[in-house]
């Protein structure tokens, strides 16, 4: 009796599940792109957030490297960092293998001081960041703002390839393409931004101006109910009309 109960239980889940297959196919491949997109420059540095911990002695805060696209900065990259003091640590004799000695830091207490002396807090901050490797530049004030302008700008990763996502709805009569414009960088590929296009049938309305009829959502499926395509290369196949590259 308990078998035939967990046979019908099982029959039952694999029914659902084809019932979902059905009706929300997902599915996907990527595109070598023709004409690689290239990202601007990150040319600036700004202070987006400082908090100041008085009770522990340390100081956070957060940089964006920024472009500019469009007319408009933007962030490129964040990173935070966490100025603080460190006690004086005396080396434990019980320990023969280490020398745990290490002399009191006082950081955040000298940039305080700054402070309290009438040093503006990005000021330091961006001091700070000018200081490191790749980070020389200029600080000014733009726009009522601090700004760091980094005399050799940082280049971004051109985008090189589409990640083709196809996601058919048969519910709902579409078919849903999103392709994810990537770049590679560290080794891994990572999303620039989002493309999407919608393949649905539509019949014209007559009260507005134009043919609005369509059947694409319906000649999308057919070529692969009938025409022997894959739902990942047919995808990849509309999407290379908008995005022109090579199919992998």
Same mark, same amino acid.
């Given at each position: 009796?308990?078998?035939?109960?967990?046979?019908?239980?099982?029959?039952?889940?694999?029914?659902?599940?084809?019932?979902?297959?059905?009706?929300?196919?997902?599915?996907?491949?990527?595109?070598?792109?023709?004409?690689?997109?290239?990202?601007?420059?990150?040319?600036?540095?700004?202070?987006?957030?400082?908090?100041?911990?008085?009770?522990?002695?340390?100081?956070?805060?957060?940089?964006?490297?920024?472009?500019?696209?469009?007319?408009?900065?933007?962030?490129?990259?964040?990173?935070?960092?966490?100025?603080? +003091?460190?006690?004086?640590?005396?080396?434990?004799?019980?320990?023969?293998?280490?020398?745990?000695?290490?002399?009191?830091?006082?950081?955040?207490?000298?940039?305080? +001081?700054?402070?309290?002396?009438?040093?503006?807090?990005?000021?330091? $901050?961006?001091?700070?960041?000018?200081?490191?490797?790749?980070?020389?530049?200029?600080?000014?004030?733009?726009?009522?703002?601090?700004?760091?302008?980094?005399?050799?700008?940082?280049?971004?990763?051109?985008?090189?390839?589409?990640?083709?996502?196809?996601?058919?709805?048969?519910?709902?009569?579409?078919?849903?393409?999103?392709?994810?414009?990537?770049?590679?960088?560290?080794?891994?590929?990572?999303?620039?931004?989002?493309?999407?296009?919608?393949?649905?049938?539509?019949?014209?309305?007559?009260?507005?101006?134009? +043919?609005?009829?369509?059947?694409?959502?319906?000649?999308?499926?057919?070529?692969?109910?009938?025409?022997?395509?894959?739902?990942?290369?047919?995808?990849?196949?509309?999407?290379?009309?908008?995005?022109?590259?090579? $199919?992998?």
């Amino acid at each position: 009796m308990v078998d035939v109960v967990r046979k019908a239980s099982t029959l039952a889940s694999l029914v659902v599940i084809g019932c979902f297959a059905l009706t929300a196919l997902v599915s996907a491949g990527s595109v070598l792109l023709n004409t690689p997109e290239v990202r601007p420059d990150m040319t600036r540095v700004v202070v987006t957030d400082t908090s100041d911990h008085p009770d522990q002695q340390a100081l956070s805060y957060m940089v964006s490297i920024q472009y500019q696209e469009g007319g408009v900065w933007k962030q490129g990259k964040n990173f935070a960092r966490v100025v603080r +003091n460190m006690a004086a640590v005396v080396d434990d004799p019980l320990t023969t293998e280490i020398d745990e000695t290490q002399a009191a830091l006082t950081t955040y207490t000298k940039l305080m +001081n700054k402070v309290v002396a009438g040093v503006d807090l990005d000021q330091i $901050i961006l001091d700070r960041v000018k200081a490191k490797p790749g980070f020389a530049g200029t600080i000014s004030t733009i726009d009522g703002q601090l700004v760091l302008t980094l005399t050799t700008p940082r280049v971004r990763p051109d985008v090189t390839r589409m990640k083709v996502r196809t996601h058919i709805r048969s519910a709902e009569g579409k078919a849903y393409l999103i392709g994810e414009m990537q770049y590679r960088e560290g080794g891994k590929w990572k999303v620039h931004r989002k493309v999407k296009k919608e393949l649905a049938d539509k019949t014209d309305d007559p009260a507005t101006p134009g +043919n609005e009829a369509s059947t694409a959502y319906t000649d999308f499926k057919s070529t692969m109910d009938g025409g022997g395509k894959s739902m990942e290369g047919r995808g990849m196949d509309e999407m290379v009309k908008d995005h022109p590259g090579t $199919i992998q």
